[in-house]
């Protein structure tokens, strides 16, 4: 006469997009977008002032703003898994978070995704900033562009 544990039944799909949603939403922080903000207002008045101080100017000093822009995207895409997940750690919340019904693969999904959203934000706010300030627009580089993503 064994007793066997009882069965916990596995949670609902429909949850599994809650939970995902909860843990993007402790990785969020606005610093994020301060950071980028200030990158673009330094390097835009490095690129305004090269520009003009020097008579013949390099073409490769045109390409800042846009090379700050994709170094962000590899520098934020990279760490925004690696640096979340280590947060976790560092705060003693990796044990809390896999004792609640939260998924490794739910977990990892929020990590990626909120990674994704961090980069395409903040390069939106980039942007939008070098182009209002510096009339740098990002778009010229036309269907290279999309593949820089992939």
Known sequence: MSEQPEQVPAAPDE?????????????????????RYALIIVWG???????????????????????LMFWEIVYRANLGVSV???????SRNFLNLFASPLRPREFLSALVITSFLRTLVGLGVMIVVAGALYGFNLFTLGLPLVGFFV
Do not use: C
């Open 15 to 35: 949850s599994v997009s809650a939970r995902v949603i909860a843990n993007m939403r402790d990785h969020l922080k606005p610093s994020d977008f301060l950071q």
């Open 45 to 67: 008045f490095v690129t305004v002032y090269l520009m003009q101080s020097v008579g013949d100017v390099p073409r490769f000093v045109e390409f800042f703003l846009g090379a």
């Open 84 to 90: 979340s997940f280590l947060e976790d750690i560092w």
